[in-house]
């Protein structure tokens, strides 16, 4: 036991460790971070502030209803930190050089998993802390609390309840990779990610929020009893149906039905804590053994991937055609990348079904307009993001192996624009898929698919360039997992850069689709040059602004290595 | 001149890693590049192979200038880092294809090569395997492998020795041995004092970026015979 607390000591000792001699970019990095993060928390707590009083006072859905949408998206969070743990314990238990380290000392496996755990867990869970933080303060400030309704709520419910989640997560990926011993990486993690698509729709099908609705609407206006009975018996055996009932009968001030339902949290918290460690006693080592002929391997089996494959002829001019497969490799034989690729998929996939099915034609130009440019921003931000994830760690991951490629006699130029080309390509054919589908009950209007269609060419150039350049300007070298590369200070300073621009998007384009959205709804025609000068200006932007970015990035590529 | 340093100096900040440095190296000429920790010598090396950008002085390797013409110096060169980093998504076989392509040889002819230097170098089945199975001698061949596949001009080692075993150690020494015979020039840096006595026909000694001894060990051997006859007692002399 004292082991554990000897290495936290000391992680949390190096944690808290500034670097001496800061440049500016470390400033700026900072001070980003610190600008993004705060905007997040602030919006987190305005914006559930504002959802609550709608809800509650101008709606009038009730306390009960309002819980149990709580609930449900209690059980969206949950899986997404279920999920980020998977993703990132991976990395921490199997790939880190520090736990290679560690098994070398005469340190109990126990300790060394339990200790990877909260490092894991904190690491991973940050941001969703920071968000829970703001989004309970934004939903106890409706209702007035004191200061300890937030201090025990944060402790005993969302706290233990993450934990839950965790070690659900870290479970699942020691049985996982169990399993895949006998199975396969690839087969294991296909059954894996169907059973929890699965799961999802199993649970909305369970809890049905229109059912539910109509159900309670039934009392109309006497909705602020409890429709207990309403809900299907097995959602009472998830955590997040037990937050939801604290809350609920805490607002009702019926305080020992709410202590009941915390403790039943904690208590299982303690129960699902130590059958995970349980677990790792049992597999953790056999598994990180055996994760070492996981990385294995030559030649992929799928076929298609043979025109990549180094010992066929090339195709294209020599340099040209082993970066690309260089990049190719490097890429499918890593799955923290395609993992998160496949996640990203399912997540445009389930985007473009919802939106394809939702009617945008709205009676007022403004709703029209605002749910217009939700939809665009929507789409946009979609790129923002996996910019942000694939192409910002671009030049990073390379690491210590660059040496290669910078010692070899090839234009640092021509790797910088090979890299960018094999971003661009591929995320501009998304952010047109995205356009054609999420503008299919709009396509009566070709004005607007046409508009929203150079706008997103202008948001994929932009992007690119901006995380590209940025991504070679903060380059870290020494950092081998890109999900951390993704989640750096740097990171979040693109991103707030990313908000920015998209800020600048929403300025140029509002006012004239607004004033399309005016004439074409009454009927009367529209002028379209004023559309079409605003899109030019933000065609404009967007090349300037990817421009710049890739100027800087590709000047930093030249910095000493 | 094969290798061409002139008054190289290198600053990070306030520090000097490298102090006006000038060194010539010719044609089937062997240089030990010694010093002890920290004296400068990756950087100086690292300068030469273009992953630094010197602070002034200039570089020239078979004629091109490592800054103006970079792309014609690096063609000339072979470069074994201190570190064997690899691809570690990549094979063997994989990497040694993707390092012939970056200095632009026909696939034929790297095909051949492959197979050629996989055998010098007792690669064996290895070669089929991920680089991140390696071990540190397994990485250093295929390093080595690497900077010998396209028949560069000049050579430019840094810690040679590092991770093989001592039959490697013999073939890699036989081979550059013949590699210099046969006109290429070699550059390396290294710690071992007898491999240095052993293979270089020139030896500089770097403390604090500077130039502290260069001679040939025929000189090196009069010299050392003022002290107790060890080539040791004398660079530590030297390097106090």
């Given amino acids: 036991m004292s082991s554990i607390f000897h290495i936290a000591l000391f992680k949390l000792k190096i944690s808290l460790k500034f670097s001496a001699g800061w440049r500016m970019r470390d400033y700026v990095k900072h001070t980003a971070s610190l600008i993004v993060f705060g905007g997040f928390v602030i919006g987190a707590y305005y914006s559930t502030r504002v959802a609550t009083d709608y809800l509650l006072e101008s709606v009038h859905i009730g306390l009960f209803l309002f819980h149990r949408l709580l609930s449900m998206l209690l059980f969206v969070y949950f899986l997404s930190i279920n999920v980020g743990n998977i993703i990132v314990s991976y990395a921490t238990f199997y790939r880190s050089q520090e736990m290679s380290y560690y098994l070398t000392k005469p340190v109990s496996h126990t300790n060394l998993f339990v200790i990877k755990f909260f490092d894991n867990f904190f690491y991973s869970s940050a941001a969703f802390f920071l968000i829970a933080l703001a989004v309970l303060l934004g939903y106890g400030s409706h209702f007035h609390m004191p200061w300890t309704f937030y201090f025990n709520t944060m402790v005993f419910m969302l706290i233990p309840f993450m934990l839950i989640a965790g070690c659900i997560a870290v479970m699942i990926l020691l049985l996982l990779m169990r399993f895949a011993q006998k199975i396969g990486v690839r087969k294991m993690i296909a059954i894996l990610s169907i059973l929890y698509l699965e799961s999802l729709f199993l649970y909305f099908s369970m809890t049905n929020p229109l059912r539910l609705v109509n159900q309670v609407w039934q009392h109309f206006p006497n909705l602020d009893q409890y429709f207990g009975y309403l809900d299907p018996p097995v959602t009472r055996y998830f955590p997040n149906y037990w937050i939801a009932e604290s809350l609920y009968w805490t607002m009702r001030g019926d305080s020992s039905f709410a202590l009941s339902y915390t403790i039943l949290l904690v208590i299982a918290t303690i129960f699902i804590f130590g059958m995970m460690v349980w677990i790792g006693k049992k597999l953790f080592y056999t598994s990180w053994l055996a994760s070492l002929n996981f990385r294995a391997g030559g ?37 923290s990348q395609w993992i998160h690729l496949g996640i990203i998929t399912i997540l445009v996939i389930t985007f473009v079904v919802s939106v394809a099915n939702i009617n945008l034609r709205q009676n007022l130009p403004f709703l029209q307009t605002v749910s217009y440019m939700a939809l665009l921003l929507f789409n946009a931000f979609l790129i923002a993001s996996i910019a942000l994830r694939f192409v910002f760690p671009a030049i990073s991951i390379e690491g210590t192996n660059f040496w290669t490629v910078l010692s070899a006699p090839v ?37 607007l698919v046409q508009s929203a269609s150079v706008i997103m060419v202008s948001v994929a150039f932009a992007f690119v360039g901006l995380n590209l350049g940025a991504g070679s ?89 | 001149m094969m290798i061409r340093l002139q008054h190289l100096t ?51 390797i078979n004629g091109f200038d490592i800054q103006r013409e970079p792309i014609d110096a690096k063609m000339a060169t072979g470069y074994i880092p201190d570190q064997p980093f690899l691809y570690e998504k990549l094979t063997g076989r994989e990497f040694l294809y993707f390092s012939a392509g970056l200095y632009k040889m026909r696939h034929a002819e790297t095909t051949e090569r492959i197979k050629e230097i996989a055998d010098l170098f007792e690669i064996g089945s290895w070669i089929d395997q991920r680089t991140e199975n390696y071990s540190q001698g397994m990485r250093q061949r295929i390093v080595i492998a690497s900077a010998l596949l396209h028949n560069p001009k000049v050579l430019i080692i840094d810690e040679l020795m590092v991770g093989l075993d001592p039959r490697s150690a013999h073939i890699v020494k036989e081979t550059l041995r013949k590699k210099s015979k046969d006109g290429i020039a070699i550059f390396m840096s290294t710690h071992s004092l007898p491999v240095a006595e052993e293979l270089c026909n020139r030896i500089g000694i770097i403390k604090e970026g500077r130039l502290i001894f260069e001679n040939t060990p025929d000189a090196l051997h009069i010299m050392k015979d003022k002290y107790d006859g060890k080539f040791e007692s004398l660079f530590l002399e030297l390097t106090k």
């Fill in chain 1, 411 to 447: 234009k640092r130029t021509k790797i910088f624009w090979l890299k960018y080309l094999i971003a661009f390509i591929p995320i501009l054919l998304m952010s047109e898929i995205l356009v054609i589908f999420s503008h299919r009950s709009l396509w009566a209007y070709p004005v």
């Fill in chain 1, 299 to 335: 030649e992929s089996r799928f076929p298609m991937m043979k025109m990549f494959s180094f010992t066929r002829p090339p195709r294209l001019e020599m340099q040209t055609s082993v970066l690309i497969k260089k990049e190719v490799w490097q890429f499918v034989r890593e799955p």
């Fill in chain 1, 473 to 561: 300007y903060f380059s870290d070298f020494k950092e081998k997992n890109p999900i951390r590369v993704a989640s750096s200070q740097s990171a979040t300073v693109t991103f707030l850069l990313s908000i920015v621009y998209l800020t600048i998007m929403v300025a140029i384009v509002f006012l004239p689709l607004n004033g399309y959205f005016g004439l074409i709804l009454k009927g009367i025609p529209f002028d379209v040059a004023n559309l079409n000068y605003a899109v030019l200006a933000f065609f404009i932007i967007s090349i300037i602004i990817g421009a710049i970015s890739l100027v800087v990035g590709q000047r930093a590529l030249k910095r000493d290595y």
């Fill in chain 2, 10 to 60: 290198k600053k990070f900040n306030d520090f000097t890693a490298v102090d006006d440095l000038t060194i010539e190296i010719k044609a089937g000429e062997f240089y030990g590049f010694l010093g002890p920790n920290g004296a400068g010598k990756t950087t100086t090396i690292k300068m030469m192979v273009g992953l630094f950008a010197p602070t002034s002085g200039a570089i020239s």
